[in-house]
Structures are given as structure tokens and as C-alpha cells.
């Protein structure tokens, strides 16, 4: 069974900064775009940043020159470097692997709180 686990969040001051971490048991974990989402309450899920196959990279305009996102294929692993945080950026961040509709598997989700 596919497991998508994020580690990395926590409690950080505005301005700061944490590394998210996401490993999927995927089998062949290159071929999947990773991207990272969050949620923050009462909003909708938003996508944060995604990286394909092909290392090609998106983020959204509130986190771009902010956030970076990177994939390391042999541990099966993408990251999300996030700096200069912003209480705004407070949400659950989720980690989602996509190949196709049938494997698109997501994580439990990490919390991110930046707060003074």
C-alpha cells in the first residue's frame, strides 16, 4: 500500500523558516509530479508549489522567491524549503503524488503555524 508521509512543520516566528519533507512508497517515483498543497481554516485547499517529472516547477504568486521545492529520486523524497514566513502562510500542508487518476495519492497533511 502507497504511503505519502510529510515531516518538518511546526511553531516558527514571522520571518522565519522550516523544510518540509514528503516520502512516497511509490514505485517508481520518478515519473510523478510531487507537489505540496495546504489548507488554512476556513479557506479551500490551495496549491503551494509542484514539480514534475521533467523538473519543471510552479509555485503560487503569494510564496514565489519564498518557497522553494525540490525532489531528491533516489530517496524518493520532495522538499519544500520555506523562508521568510508570514503568519499567512499558517495552514496544513499536504503532500500529493501524481501520475494519473489512478495513482494520485496524497499525505495526512503537517501543520505550519507562524506565529509571534
Known amino acids: 500500500q502507497v504511503q505519502v508521509v510529510e515531516s518538518g512543520g511546526g511553531l516558527v516566528q514571522p520571518g522565519g523558516s522550516l523544510r518540509l519533507s514528503c516520502v512516497a512508497s511509490v514505485d517508481i517515483f520518478s515519473v510523478y509530479t510531487m507537489s505540496w498543497y495546504r489548507q488554512a481554516p476556513g479557506k479551500e485547499r490551495e496549491l503551494v508549489a509542484s514539480?514534475?517529472?521533467?523538473?519543471?516547477?510552479n509555485y503560487v504568486d503569494s510564496v514565489k522567491g519564498r518557497f522553494t521545492i525540490s525532489r531528491d529520486n533516489a530517496k524518493n523524497t520532495v522538499y519544500l524549503q520555506m523562508n521568510s514566513l508570514k503568519p499567512e502562510d499558517t495552514a496544513v500542508y499536504y503532500c500529493?503524488?501524481?501520475?494519473?487518476?489512478?495513482?494520485?495519492?496524497w499525505g495526512q497533511g503537517t501543520q505550519v503555524t507562524v506565529s509571534s
Open positions: 500529493n503524488a501524481f501520475w494519473s487518476t489512478l495513482y494520485d495519492y
Open positions: 514539480i514534475t517529472s521533467g523538473g519543471s516547477i
